[in-house]
Protein backbone atom coordinates (compact mmCIF):
# COMPACT_ATOMS: atom_id res chain seq x y z
CA UNK A 1 0.00 0.00 0.00
CA UNK A 2 1.99 3.60 -1.05
CA UNK A 3 1.63 6.55 0.89
CA UNK A 4 -0.60 8.34 -1.75
CA UNK A 5 -3.40 5.59 -0.61
CA UNK A 6 -3.05 5.99 2.96
CA UNK A 7 -3.92 10.08 2.01
CA UNK A 8 -6.80 8.79 -0.34
CA UNK A 9 -8.29 6.04 1.94
CA UNK A 10 -8.17 7.88 6.08
CA UNK A 11 -10.00 10.68 6.24
CA UNK A 12 -7.58 13.80 8.00
CA UNK A 13 -9.28 14.02 11.40
CA UNK A 14 -8.35 10.08 11.95
CA UNK A 15 -4.85 10.46 10.38
CA UNK A 16 -4.09 13.90 12.78
CA UNK A 17 -5.59 11.34 15.42
CA UNK A 18 -3.50 8.34 14.50
CA UNK A 19 -0.02 10.68 13.45
CA UNK A 20 -0.54 12.43 17.08
CA UNK A 21 -0.09 8.65 18.74
CA UNK A 22 2.75 8.01 16.51
CA UNK A 23 4.96 10.62 16.71
CA UNK A 24 5.75 12.91 19.72
CA UNK A 25 6.53 16.91 19.54
CA UNK A 26 10.12 16.09 19.12
CA UNK A 27 9.84 13.55 16.05
CA UNK A 28 6.87 16.01 14.42
CA UNK A 29 9.35 19.07 14.69
CA UNK A 30 12.59 17.10 13.32
CA UNK A 31 10.70 15.72 10.47
CA UNK A 32 8.86 18.90 9.75
CA UNK A 33 12.79 20.51 9.36
CA UNK A 34 14.45 17.38 7.35
CA UNK A 35 11.25 17.80 4.81
CA UNK A 36 12.09 22.60 4.77
CA UNK A 37 8.58 23.38 6.03
CA UNK A 38 10.63 24.93 8.57
CA UNK A 39 13.79 26.34 9.06
CA UNK A 40 15.04 26.68 12.37
CA UNK A 41 13.29 24.36 15.59
CA UNK A 42 13.43 27.46 17.53
CA UNK A 43 10.38 29.22 15.30
CA UNK A 44 8.47 26.28 16.92
CA UNK A 45 9.13 26.49 20.61
CA UNK A 46 6.74 29.27 20.96
CA UNK A 47 3.99 26.99 19.23
CA UNK A 48 1.29 24.70 21.11
CA UNK A 49 1.63 20.84 20.66
CA UNK A 50 -1.67 21.38 18.42
CA UNK A 51 -0.81 24.11 16.19
CA UNK A 52 2.38 22.24 15.27
CA UNK A 53 0.43 18.97 14.92
CA UNK A 54 -1.91 20.87 12.77
CA UNK A 55 0.80 22.20 10.49
CA UNK A 56 2.38 18.82 9.96
CA UNK A 57 -0.84 17.17 9.32
CA UNK A 58 -1.52 20.05 6.36
CA UNK A 59 1.84 19.27 4.62
CA UNK A 60 1.79 15.95 4.79
CA UNK A 61 -1.69 15.68 3.43
CA UNK A 62 -0.92 18.82 0.68
CA UNK A 63 2.91 18.59 -0.10
CA UNK A 64 4.64 15.55 -1.79
CA UNK A 65 7.71 16.67 -0.74
CA UNK A 66 6.91 15.11 2.93
CA UNK A 67 5.73 12.30 1.60
CA UNK A 68 8.72 10.12 1.76
CA UNK A 69 10.14 11.29 4.69
CA UNK A 70 7.64 10.59 7.14
CA UNK A 71 6.91 7.08 5.35
CA UNK A 72 10.46 5.72 5.94
CA UNK A 73 11.03 7.51 9.58
CA UNK A 74 7.60 5.34 10.51
CA UNK A 75 8.52 2.00 8.90
CA UNK A 76 12.04 2.34 10.39
CA UNK A 77 9.89 2.82 14.24
CA UNK A 78 7.73 -0.06 13.18
CA UNK A 79 10.08 -2.17 11.61
CA UNK A 80 9.91 -5.10 14.10
CA UNK A 81 5.92 -4.92 13.48
CA UNK A 82 6.17 -4.70 9.80
CA UNK A 83 8.79 -8.01 9.95
CA UNK A 84 6.65 -9.79 11.97
CA UNK A 85 2.86 -9.17 10.04
CA UNK A 86 4.87 -9.55 6.56
CA UNK A 87 5.12 -13.26 8.05
CA UNK A 88 1.60 -13.69 8.35
CA UNK A 89 -0.94 -14.82 6.17
CA UNK A 90 -4.82 -13.04 6.06
CA UNK A 91 -5.92 -15.18 8.05
CA UNK A 92 -3.38 -15.10 11.17
CA UNK A 93 -3.86 -11.19 10.81
CA UNK A 94 -7.73 -11.30 11.19
CA UNK A 95 -7.51 -13.52 14.38
CA UNK A 96 -4.60 -11.72 16.39
CA UNK A 97 -5.29 -8.16 15.44
CA UNK A 98 -9.34 -8.52 15.73
CA UNK A 99 -10.10 -5.24 17.62
CA UNK A 100 -7.79 -1.83 18.13
CA UNK A 101 -8.53 -2.66 22.17
CA UNK A 102 -6.42 -5.56 22.48
CA UNK A 103 -3.77 -3.95 20.61
CA UNK A 104 -3.80 -1.04 23.07
CA UNK A 105 -3.97 -3.37 25.72
CA UNK A 106 -0.88 -4.58 24.44
CA UNK A 107 0.95 -1.35 23.58
CA UNK A 108 1.55 -2.02 19.81
CA UNK A 109 -1.43 -0.67 18.35
CA UNK A 110 0.87 2.36 16.42
CA UNK A 111 3.32 0.23 15.44
CA UNK A 112 1.17 -3.06 13.94
CA UNK A 113 -1.54 -0.99 12.34
CA UNK A 114 1.28 1.25 10.56
CA UNK A 115 2.68 -2.55 9.20
CA UNK A 116 -0.93 -3.21 8.39
CA UNK A 117 -1.15 0.23 5.96
CA UNK A 118 2.14 0.04 4.17
CA UNK A 119 1.37 -3.75 3.63
CA UNK A 120 1.04 -5.01 -0.15
CA UNK A 121 -1.82 -6.83 0.67
CA UNK A 122 -4.68 -4.89 -0.34
CA UNK A 123 -6.76 -7.09 2.34
CA UNK A 124 -4.67 -6.57 5.33
CA UNK A 125 -3.99 -2.51 4.37
CA UNK A 126 -8.18 -2.55 4.39
CA UNK A 127 -8.09 -4.26 7.87
CA UNK A 128 -5.62 -1.76 9.15
CA UNK A 129 -7.62 1.20 8.02
CA UNK A 130 -10.92 -0.35 9.92
CA UNK A 131 -8.63 -0.98 13.31
CA UNK A 132 -8.31 3.25 12.56
CA UNK A 133 -11.66 3.69 12.04
CA UNK A 134 -12.57 1.69 15.41
CA UNK A 135 -10.22 3.16 17.58
CA UNK A 136 -11.13 6.64 16.14
CA UNK A 137 -14.62 6.15 16.94
CA UNK A 138 -14.53 4.73 20.42
CA UNK A 139 -12.32 7.35 21.72
CA UNK A 140 -14.55 9.91 20.61
CA UNK A 141 -16.31 12.85 23.76
CA UNK A 142 -19.70 12.06 23.94
CA UNK A 143 -20.39 16.07 24.59
CA UNK A 144 -17.88 16.87 21.02
CA UNK A 145 -15.59 15.51 18.33
CA UNK A 146 -12.36 16.18 20.16
CA UNK A 147 -10.46 12.62 20.88
CA UNK A 148 -9.79 11.61 23.86
CA UNK A 149 -6.18 10.60 25.74
CA UNK A 150 -4.66 8.38 23.57
CA UNK A 151 -3.20 6.19 26.29
CA UNK A 152 -5.83 2.91 26.46
CA UNK A 153 -7.62 3.04 29.88
CA UNK A 154 -5.69 1.11 32.73
CA UNK A 155 -7.62 -2.11 34.31
CA UNK A 156 -9.51 -1.87 37.21
CA UNK A 157 -6.76 -1.92 40.39
CA UNK A 158 -7.68 -0.57 43.95
CA UNK A 159 -7.03 2.81 45.00
CA UNK A 160 -6.06 4.15 48.00
CA UNK A 161 -7.58 7.35 49.31
CA UNK A 162 -6.17 9.68 51.89
CA UNK A 163 -9.14 8.63 54.06
CA UNK A 164 -8.07 4.81 54.05
CA UNK A 165 -4.71 5.58 54.10
CA UNK A 166 -4.75 7.88 57.31
CA UNK A 167 -6.53 6.43 60.34
CA UNK A 168 -5.61 8.99 62.77
CA UNK A 169 -6.62 8.09 66.73
CA UNK A 170 -9.13 10.30 68.00
CA UNK A 171 -6.46 11.59 70.95
CA UNK A 172 -5.27 14.84 72.54
CA UNK A 173 -2.94 16.34 70.89
CA UNK A 174 -1.42 17.14 74.10
CA UNK A 175 -1.28 13.64 75.20
CA UNK A 176 0.41 12.34 72.04
CA UNK A 177 2.75 15.49 71.54
CA UNK A 178 2.09 15.76 68.48
CA UNK A 179 3.08 19.06 66.99
CA UNK A 180 0.91 20.92 64.16
CA UNK A 181 4.99 20.61 61.63
CA UNK A 182 4.94 17.09 61.99
CA UNK A 183 1.28 16.62 60.96
CA UNK A 184 2.97 18.75 57.92
CA UNK A 185 5.36 15.89 57.64
CA UNK A 186 3.41 13.48 57.92
CA UNK A 187 1.05 14.85 55.20
CA UNK A 188 3.72 15.70 52.92
CA UNK A 189 5.44 11.84 52.99
CA UNK A 190 1.66 10.60 52.54
CA UNK A 191 1.46 12.69 49.31
CA UNK A 192 4.81 10.68 48.08
CA UNK A 193 3.80 7.36 48.81
CA UNK A 194 0.61 8.30 47.26
CA UNK A 195 3.17 9.57 44.13
CA UNK A 196 5.32 6.50 44.66
CA UNK A 197 2.19 4.11 44.47
CA UNK A 198 0.73 5.74 41.48
CA UNK A 199 4.13 5.52 39.71
CA UNK A 200 4.22 1.56 40.84
CA UNK A 201 0.77 1.10 39.23
CA UNK A 202 1.93 3.11 36.00
CA UNK A 203 5.23 0.38 35.85
CA UNK A 204 2.87 -2.45 36.49
CA UNK A 205 1.02 -1.40 33.40
CA UNK A 206 3.58 -0.81 31.11
CA UNK A 207 5.07 -4.55 32.42
CA UNK A 208 1.71 -6.15 31.87
CA UNK A 209 1.71 -4.50 28.08
CA UNK A 210 4.87 -5.68 27.69
CA UNK A 211 4.03 -9.33 28.65
CA UNK A 212 0.98 -9.35 26.63
CA UNK A 213 3.37 -8.65 23.72
CA UNK A 214 5.89 -11.13 24.84
CA UNK A 215 3.37 -13.89 25.19
CA UNK A 216 1.87 -12.75 21.60
CA UNK A 217 5.70 -12.82 20.62
CA UNK A 218 6.01 -15.98 22.00
CA UNK A 219 3.53 -17.70 20.77
CA UNK A 220 4.04 -16.53 16.74
CA UNK A 221 7.65 -17.70 17.46
CA UNK A 222 6.30 -20.73 18.41
CA UNK A 223 4.18 -21.19 15.31
CA UNK A 224 6.97 -19.66 13.19
CA UNK A 225 9.11 -22.50 14.59
CA UNK A 226 6.48 -25.02 13.43
CA UNK A 227 6.83 -24.00 9.99
CA UNK A 228 10.54 -23.90 10.06
CA UNK A 229 10.39 -27.51 11.41
CA UNK A 230 8.12 -28.79 8.26
CA UNK A 231 10.46 -26.95 6.21
CA UNK A 232 14.00 -28.62 8.06
CA UNK A 233 11.51 -31.48 7.35
CA UNK A 234 11.27 -31.21 3.76
CA UNK A 235 14.95 -30.03 3.68
CA UNK A 236 15.97 -33.66 4.78
CA UNK A 237 13.67 -35.42 2.53
CA UNK A 238 15.20 -33.20 -0.50
CA UNK A 239 18.68 -34.14 0.92
CA UNK A 240 17.49 -37.82 0.68
CA UNK A 241 16.08 -37.36 -2.66
CA UNK A 242 19.14 -35.56 -4.09
CA UNK A 243 21.58 -38.30 -2.45
CA UNK A 244 19.54 -40.62 -4.56
CA UNK A 245 19.67 -38.62 -8.07
CA UNK A 246 23.20 -38.33 -7.14
CA UNK A 247 23.28 -42.02 -7.23
CA UNK A 248 20.85 -42.44 -10.34
CA UNK A 249 22.90 -39.86 -12.32
CA UNK A 250 26.04 -41.61 -11.82
CA UNK A 251 24.28 -45.08 -12.75
CA UNK A 252 23.41 -43.23 -15.86
CA UNK A 253 27.00 -41.81 -16.58
CA UNK A 254 28.09 -45.24 -16.28
CA UNK A 255 25.60 -46.69 -18.66
CA UNK A 256 26.58 -43.07 -20.95
CA UNK A 257 30.01 -44.39 -21.09
CA UNK A 258 28.72 -47.97 -22.04
CA UNK A 259 26.31 -46.66 -24.96
CA UNK A 260 28.92 -44.02 -26.49
CA UNK A 261 30.10 -46.46 -28.84
CA UNK A 262 26.41 -47.44 -29.49
CA UNK A 263 25.60 -44.60 -30.33
CA UNK A 264 28.45 -43.61 -32.74
CA UNK A 265 27.35 -47.11 -34.35
CA UNK A 266 23.89 -45.63 -35.18
CA UNK A 267 25.06 -42.21 -36.00
CA UNK A 268 27.03 -44.22 -38.91
CA UNK A 269 24.05 -46.20 -39.78
CA UNK A 270 21.73 -43.35 -40.08
CA UNK A 271 24.15 -41.76 -42.51
CA UNK A 272 24.11 -44.82 -44.76
CA UNK A 273 20.96 -45.07 -44.68
CA UNK A 274 20.21 -41.24 -45.54
CA UNK A 275 23.07 -41.84 -48.87
CA UNK A 276 20.55 -45.34 -49.73
CA UNK A 277 17.51 -42.99 -49.71
CA UNK A 278 19.25 -40.64 -51.62
CA UNK A 279 20.09 -43.11 -53.97
CA UNK A 280 16.74 -45.23 -53.83
CA UNK A 281 15.18 -41.32 -55.00
CA UNK A 282 17.23 -41.21 -57.96
CA UNK A 283 16.85 -44.88 -59.33
CA UNK A 284 12.77 -44.09 -58.98
CA UNK A 285 13.44 -40.51 -60.72
CA UNK A 286 15.19 -42.98 -63.37
CA UNK A 287 12.49 -45.53 -63.43
CA UNK A 288 9.66 -43.05 -63.91
CA UNK A 289 11.41 -41.35 -66.51
CA UNK A 290 12.06 -44.57 -68.13
CA UNK A 291 8.34 -45.44 -67.91
CA UNK A 292 7.34 -42.13 -69.77
CA UNK A 293 9.89 -42.83 -71.72
CA UNK A 294 8.15 -45.78 -72.74
CA UNK A 295 4.92 -44.62 -72.77
CA UNK A 296 5.59 -42.01 -75.40
CA UNK A 297 7.86 -44.53 -77.75
CA UNK A 298 4.22 -46.39 -77.63
CA UNK A 299 2.43 -43.45 -78.68
CA UNK A 300 4.72 -42.42 -80.97
CA UNK A 301 4.78 -45.78 -82.84
CA UNK A 302 1.25 -45.90 -83.05
CA UNK A 303 1.24 -42.12 -84.82
CA UNK A 304 3.99 -43.10 -87.20
CA UNK A 305 2.09 -46.11 -87.97
CA UNK A 306 -0.75 -43.92 -89.34
CA UNK A 307 1.65 -41.36 -90.71
CA UNK A 308 3.35 -44.30 -92.46
CA UNK A 309 -0.66 -45.46 -93.67
CA UNK A 310 -1.23 -42.27 -94.91
CA UNK A 311 1.90 -41.50 -96.58
CA UNK A 312 0.72 -45.10 -98.64
CA UNK A 313 -2.53 -43.92 -99.02
CA UNK A 314 -1.12 -40.38 -100.82
CA UNK A 315 1.26 -42.26 -102.65
CA UNK A 316 -0.97 -43.63 -103.92
CA UNK A 317 -3.52 -40.90 -104.89
CA UNK A 318 -0.56 -39.28 -106.14
CA UNK A 319 -0.36 -42.21 -108.71
CA UNK A 320 -3.84 -41.93 -109.57
CA UNK A 321 -3.38 -38.15 -110.05
CA UNK A 322 -0.53 -38.36 -112.04
CA UNK A 323 -2.50 -40.52 -114.13
CA UNK A 324 -5.45 -38.32 -114.15
CA UNK A 325 -3.31 -34.97 -114.81
CA UNK A 326 -1.42 -36.54 -117.51
CA UNK A 327 -4.39 -37.50 -119.58
CA UNK A 328 -6.28 -33.92 -118.57
CA UNK A 329 -3.03 -32.80 -120.11
CA UNK A 330 -3.41 -34.40 -123.06
CA UNK A 331 -7.49 -33.87 -123.70
CA UNK A 332 -6.60 -29.53 -122.48
CA UNK A 333 -3.92 -30.11 -125.57
CA UNK A 334 -6.28 -31.22 -127.89
CA UNK A 335 -8.68 -28.54 -126.36
CA UNK A 336 -6.23 -26.05 -127.04
CA UNK A 337 -5.81 -26.90 -130.90
CA UNK A 338 -9.52 -26.96 -131.05
CA UNK A 339 -9.58 -23.69 -129.52
CA UNK A 340 -6.88 -21.79 -131.08
CA UNK A 341 -8.51 -22.39 -134.45
CA UNK A 342 -11.74 -21.08 -133.45
CA UNK A 343 -10.33 -18.35 -131.54
CA UNK A 344 -8.99 -17.93 -135.49
CA UNK A 345 -11.96 -18.14 -137.08
CA UNK A 346 -13.45 -15.72 -134.63
CA UNK A 347 -11.23 -13.20 -134.71
CA UNK A 348 -12.35 -12.88 -138.84
CA UNK A 349 -15.57 -12.76 -137.99
CA UNK A 350 -15.13 -10.24 -135.30
CA UNK A 351 -13.44 -8.42 -138.31
CA UNK A 352 -16.31 -8.29 -140.01
CA UNK A 353 -18.59 -7.03 -137.03
CA UNK A 354 -19.25 -3.17 -134.98
CA UNK A 355 -20.71 -3.89 -132.03
CA UNK A 356 -20.99 -0.73 -129.72
CA UNK A 357 -21.30 -0.78 -126.09
CA UNK A 358 -20.50 -4.84 -125.90
CA UNK A 359 -20.29 -4.93 -121.81
CA UNK A 360 -17.50 -7.50 -120.88
CA UNK A 361 -18.18 -8.90 -117.67
CA UNK A 362 -14.54 -10.09 -116.11
CA UNK A 363 -13.82 -13.07 -114.48
CA UNK A 364 -13.00 -10.74 -111.51
CA UNK A 365 -15.96 -8.77 -111.26
CA UNK A 366 -17.98 -11.97 -110.93
CA UNK A 367 -15.46 -13.47 -108.11
CA UNK A 368 -15.88 -10.18 -106.27
CA UNK A 369 -19.19 -10.76 -105.48
CA UNK A 370 -18.73 -13.19 -103.02
CA UNK A 371 -17.10 -12.42 -99.52
CA UNK A 372 -13.29 -12.41 -99.51
CA UNK A 373 -12.32 -15.55 -96.62
CA UNK A 374 -8.94 -15.91 -94.86
CA UNK A 375 -8.34 -19.39 -92.99
CA UNK A 376 -6.23 -19.64 -90.11
CA UNK A 377 -5.39 -23.01 -88.32
CA UNK A 378 -3.61 -23.96 -84.73
CA UNK A 379 -2.67 -27.28 -85.82
CA UNK A 380 -0.97 -28.20 -82.33
CA UNK A 381 -4.10 -26.77 -80.58
CA UNK A 382 -6.52 -29.18 -82.68
CA UNK A 383 -4.33 -31.93 -83.11
CA UNK A 384 -4.04 -32.37 -79.00
CA UNK A 385 -7.79 -31.69 -78.57
CA UNK A 386 -8.65 -34.43 -80.66
CA UNK A 387 -6.16 -37.11 -79.57
CA UNK A 388 -7.29 -36.09 -75.87
CA UNK A 389 -11.06 -36.83 -76.20
CA UNK A 390 -11.54 -39.13 -79.42
CA UNK A 391 -7.74 -40.37 -79.71
CA UNK A 392 -8.51 -39.56 -83.72
CA UNK A 393 -7.20 -36.74 -86.31
CA UNK A 394 -8.81 -33.88 -88.05
CA UNK A 395 -9.62 -34.12 -91.87
CA UNK A 396 -8.02 -30.70 -92.47
CA UNK A 397 -9.34 -31.11 -96.63
CA UNK A 398 -12.89 -31.63 -95.51
CA UNK A 399 -12.81 -29.25 -92.87
CA UNK A 400 -11.59 -26.41 -95.57
CA UNK A 401 -14.24 -27.04 -97.94
CA UNK A 402 -16.83 -27.38 -94.85
CA UNK A 403 -16.20 -23.72 -93.38
CA UNK A 404 -15.40 -21.88 -96.60
CA UNK A 405 -18.33 -22.88 -98.69
CA UNK A 406 -19.07 -21.22 -101.93
CA UNK A 407 -17.41 -18.30 -101.00
CA UNK A 408 -14.20 -16.69 -102.40
CA UNK A 409 -10.92 -18.10 -100.34
CA UNK A 410 -8.40 -15.76 -100.23
CA UNK A 411 -5.73 -17.37 -98.35
CA UNK A 412 -5.38 -20.56 -95.87
CA UNK A 413 -2.50 -20.86 -93.12
CA UNK A 414 -1.73 -23.49 -91.82
CA UNK A 415 0.47 -23.26 -88.35
CA UNK A 416 2.44 -26.03 -87.10
CA UNK A 417 5.69 -26.95 -84.32
CA UNK A 418 7.93 -29.24 -85.88
CA UNK A 419 9.23 -32.19 -82.95
CA UNK A 420 12.74 -33.47 -83.82
CA UNK A 421 11.29 -37.04 -82.75
CA UNK A 422 8.49 -36.92 -85.43
CA UNK A 423 9.10 -36.47 -89.16
CA UNK A 424 6.20 -34.78 -90.33
CA UNK A 425 7.31 -33.67 -93.95
CA UNK A 426 4.33 -35.97 -95.60
CA UNK A 427 1.42 -34.40 -93.72
CA UNK A 428 2.86 -31.14 -94.61
CA UNK A 429 3.01 -31.96 -98.16
CA UNK A 430 -0.39 -33.17 -98.39
CA UNK A 431 -1.43 -29.80 -96.55
CA UNK A 432 0.18 -27.84 -99.32
CA UNK A 433 -1.07 -29.55 -101.92
CA UNK A 434 -4.68 -28.71 -100.71
CA UNK A 435 -4.54 -25.37 -100.57
CA UNK A 436 -2.86 -24.68 -97.34
CA UNK A 437 0.09 -22.30 -97.04
CA UNK A 438 2.37 -23.76 -94.51
CA UNK A 439 4.13 -22.01 -91.12
CA UNK A 440 6.63 -23.78 -89.30
CA UNK A 441 8.88 -23.42 -86.35
CA UNK A 442 10.95 -25.92 -84.19
CA UNK A 443 10.02 -26.42 -80.58
CA UNK A 444 12.07 -24.93 -78.27
CA UNK A 445 13.76 -26.74 -75.09
CA UNK A 446 14.34 -24.71 -71.87
CA UNK A 447 16.95 -24.80 -69.69
CA UNK A 448 14.79 -26.25 -66.98
CA UNK A 449 13.74 -28.98 -69.18
CA UNK A 450 10.31 -27.91 -69.97
CA UNK A 451 9.43 -26.89 -73.96
CA UNK A 452 8.21 -24.11 -75.61
CA UNK A 453 6.23 -24.24 -79.29
CA UNK A 454 3.36 -21.89 -80.39
CA UNK A 455 1.91 -20.03 -83.13
CA UNK A 456 -0.38 -17.35 -80.84
CA UNK A 457 1.90 -14.12 -81.70
CA UNK A 458 2.28 -15.16 -85.11
CA UNK A 459 -1.14 -16.09 -86.23
CA UNK A 460 -2.45 -12.50 -84.61
CA UNK A 461 0.25 -11.01 -86.87
CA UNK A 462 -0.99 -12.35 -89.85
CA UNK A 463 -4.50 -11.90 -89.35
CA UNK A 464 -3.77 -8.30 -88.53
CA UNK A 465 -1.41 -7.93 -91.69
CA UNK A 466 -4.08 -9.32 -94.13
CA UNK A 467 -7.10 -7.84 -92.38
CA UNK A 468 -7.90 -5.00 -95.27
CA UNK A 469 -7.79 -7.97 -97.68
CA UNK A 470 -10.45 -10.05 -96.20
CA UNK A 471 -14.02 -9.87 -95.06
CA UNK A 472 -14.19 -12.84 -93.33
CA UNK A 473 -11.38 -14.52 -90.99
CA UNK A 474 -11.50 -17.73 -89.67
CA UNK A 475 -9.72 -19.03 -86.84
CA UNK A 476 -9.40 -22.81 -86.41
CA UNK A 477 -8.21 -22.90 -82.97
CA UNK A 478 -10.15 -23.31 -79.35
CA UNK A 479 -7.60 -20.86 -77.32
CA UNK A 480 -8.60 -18.02 -75.16
CA UNK A 481 -5.81 -16.25 -75.94
CA UNK A 482 -6.98 -15.33 -79.00
CA UNK A 483 -9.97 -13.43 -77.46
CA UNK A 484 -8.87 -9.92 -77.84
CA UNK A 485 -7.70 -10.62 -81.65
CA UNK A 486 -11.25 -11.52 -82.06
CA UNK A 487 -12.40 -8.50 -80.38
CA UNK A 488 -10.14 -6.18 -82.78
CA UNK A 489 -11.17 -8.13 -85.96
CA UNK A 490 -15.01 -6.72 -84.85
CA UNK A 491 -13.78 -3.26 -84.26
CA UNK A 492 -12.69 -2.91 -88.15
CA UNK A 493 -16.39 -4.28 -89.14
CA UNK A 494 -15.06 -7.57 -90.41
CA UNK A 495 -16.70 -10.72 -89.45
CA UNK A 496 -14.79 -13.65 -86.68
CA UNK A 497 -15.57 -16.93 -86.91
CA UNK A 498 -14.58 -19.87 -85.33
CA UNK A 499 -13.88 -23.76 -85.72
CA UNK A 500 -12.98 -25.63 -83.40
CA UNK A 501 -13.84 -28.64 -80.42
CA UNK A 502 -16.66 -27.33 -78.15
CA UNK A 503 -15.38 -29.14 -74.85
CA UNK A 504 -11.89 -27.57 -76.00
CA UNK A 505 -12.82 -23.91 -76.84
CA UNK A 506 -12.90 -21.13 -74.21
CA UNK A 507 -16.36 -20.04 -73.53
CA UNK A 508 -15.39 -16.21 -74.12
CA UNK A 509 -14.27 -16.98 -77.45
CA UNK A 510 -17.25 -18.72 -78.63
CA UNK A 511 -19.35 -16.07 -76.76
CA UNK A 512 -17.10 -13.12 -79.13
CA UNK A 513 -17.15 -15.01 -82.56
CA UNK A 514 -20.03 -13.93 -84.94
CA UNK A 515 -20.13 -18.09 -85.33
CA UNK A 516 -18.90 -20.80 -83.97
CA UNK A 517 -18.70 -23.85 -85.86
CA UNK A 518 -18.13 -27.27 -83.61
CA UNK A 519 -16.28 -30.34 -84.92
CA UNK A 520 -18.40 -33.58 -84.87
CA UNK A 521 -17.36 -37.01 -86.32
CA UNK A 522 -17.36 -35.86 -90.11
CA UNK A 523 -14.12 -34.00 -89.84
CA UNK A 524 -12.81 -37.01 -88.10
CA UNK A 525 -10.86 -39.96 -89.55
Known sequence: MTKTNIKLNIQQDQLKWFLAILLNEREISQLLKQSGQVIDLDTLQSSSKQEILNRFVTAFVKQFQIDDIVVEHLSQKAASA??????????????????????????????????????????????GYNLISQAYENRKSPNDDSV?????????????????????????????????????NQQSELEQLEQALSNLREQYSTLGKKNKRLELHCQYLLEENEVLKEKVNTFIEKEKELVYLQQENKVLQENSVLHAETNDKLLNLD????????????????????????????TFMVELKLVEEAVYKEKQTLEQLKTDLQLHFDMIEKSHDISQNALNQIRQTVNYIDVANVEIIEDSEIESAQPRVGVFVDVQNMFYAAKDRFERRVDYIKLLDLIVGPRQLITAYAYIVQIPEIKQGNFISLLEHNGYTIRSKDLRLRGDGSAKGDWDVGIAVDVVSMLGKLDVVILASGDGDFCPLAELIKQQNKRIEVVAFEHNTSMDLQTMA????????????
Request: glycine share 4%; proline share 5%.
Open 82 to 127: ISRVGFMDVDEIYNFFKTPESLFETGEFEEVVWALLIDSREDVSLH
Open 271 to 298: EEHKQLLTKYEEISTQLNELGQMKSSKA
Open 148 to 184: QQDTPNLPNQPQITTSESQVIPTQNTSELGVTQSEGD
Open 514 to 525: DQFFPIGEELLM
